[in-house]
């Protein structure tokens, strides 16, 4: 399941390129509709960028969406920062379907966007340090 949507992005990708971040870095399924995307490129003064893009698959429509998450797409300028934003993502909606406990970063579980986890990605608690 996660191999066919990660070709189906990759082939829907290659024709929709993000405009500042266009070359393709990584990408994680989390769901079965949501995948997060490392792309890079480069800024205005020809700094290299990285963006993270949250997408949700549309199979009625077989493309890939990000204005559901809008909030959550940034730029960053290094390739190790784009990597930890990932990861943060991914475990905060991982954390909110497992506990069903939305975090207030994120806004919504992924029940309430209308996901399902992946069974093969397993759930680990981890504790957030106060802030």
Known sequence: MAHDLESKF????SKHPNFM??????LRVISDQ????ISSGRGITNERIYGVTVFR???ERGDFDNSEFRDLNKM???SDSARKYATKIQLDFLED????APSPHMGASLRAH?????PDVRVRQHSRRPR
Not at 21 to 26: A, E, Q, R, W
Not at 34 to 37: D, T
Not at 97 to 100: L, Q, S, T, V, Y
């Open 97 to 100: 379907f497992a506990f069903d």
């Open 76 to 78: 960053l300028y290094s």
């Open 57 to 59: 698959y549309r199979p």
């Open 34 to 37: 949501l995948v997060i995307e």
């Open 10 to 13: 990759a082939r829907w990708q």
């Open 21 to 26: 971040t266009p070359k393709f870095v990584s």
């Open 114 to 118: 209308g996901l399902r986890r992946r």
